[in-house]
């Protein structure tokens, strides 16, 4: 066959005349949803966001570089985005918020609470104590009841229970029971508690 020939086709070519550019994508490695862009005697894999790589085979580190996660929070990345895992009192896309533990408080007897991170304060009234101010302070425990009077514990304060014969504050004074008596007939009112003391008896 005279005049006859063949064509050696350059890679990426084929066909008789070397007219017919190989579609490499036909048998693509590209991964992730990738597109397959065929070159000659090649391919480009044009990534999805978030992946990169010749294959696009990589997740992107989008936590590398700057985050904005605050407070102590891990980043962790996603897929072309990245998320935050707070740490235990903080909230918010970039854990930017302190919860407000306050807003389920135990606080009691009016106390005031205070937000703190994953715990909160209660500012106890005068006279509470206690982490929750649930326990009224006795304060007896210095009183100034007299004369046998009984210390009743009060919210802040004291009140003091006198024996017959005494009243005031602090049953610190000496009633004058003859005052309204009924001795009748001539007889003689004694102030029992005056007499008794005068005499030094003790009840
Ligand atoms: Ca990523
Ligand atoms: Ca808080
Ligand atoms: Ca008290």
């Given at each position: 066959m005279l005049n006859d020939y063949a064509c050696k086709c350059r890679p990426g070519f084929t066909g008789e005349f070397c007219d017919v550019n190989i579609n490499?994508?036909?048998?693509h490695l590209c991964q992730n949803g990738a597109e397959c862009i065929d070159k000659v005697n090649g391919y480009q894999c044009k990534c999805k966001e978030g992946w990169t790589g010749f294959y696009c085979q990589s997740n992107i580190n989008?936590?590398?570089?700057?985050?904005?996660?605050?407070?102590g929070s891990a980043c962790i990345d996603l897929l072309n985005t990245y998320a935050c895992q707070c740490e235990p009192g903080w909230t918010g896309r970039y854990c930017e918020t302190n919860i407000d533990?306050?807003?389920?408080n135990q606080c009691q007897n009016g106390a005031t609470c205070t937000d703190l991170v994953d715990d909160y304060q209660c500012v106890c009234a005068d006279g509470w104590e206690g982490r929750f101010c649930q326990n009224n302070i006795?304060?007896?425990?210095?009183?100034?009841?007299?004369?046998?009077g009984t210390c009743i514990d009060m919210t802040n304060r004291y009140a003091c229970k006198c024996v017959n014969g005494f009243a005031g504050k602090h049953c610190q004074s000496n009633v004058?029971?003859?005052?309204?008596?009924?001795?009748?007939?001539g007889g003689i009112c004694m102030d029992l508690v005056c007499f008794q003391l005068g005499s030094g008896l003790v009840l």
């Open positions: 490499e994508c036909d048998y989008d936590c590398a570089g700057v985050n904005k996660c605050q407070h533990e306050c807003y389920f006795n304060d007896c425990v210095d009183h100034q009841c007299i004369n046998n004058d029971d003859c005052r309204d008596h009924q001795c009748q007939n």
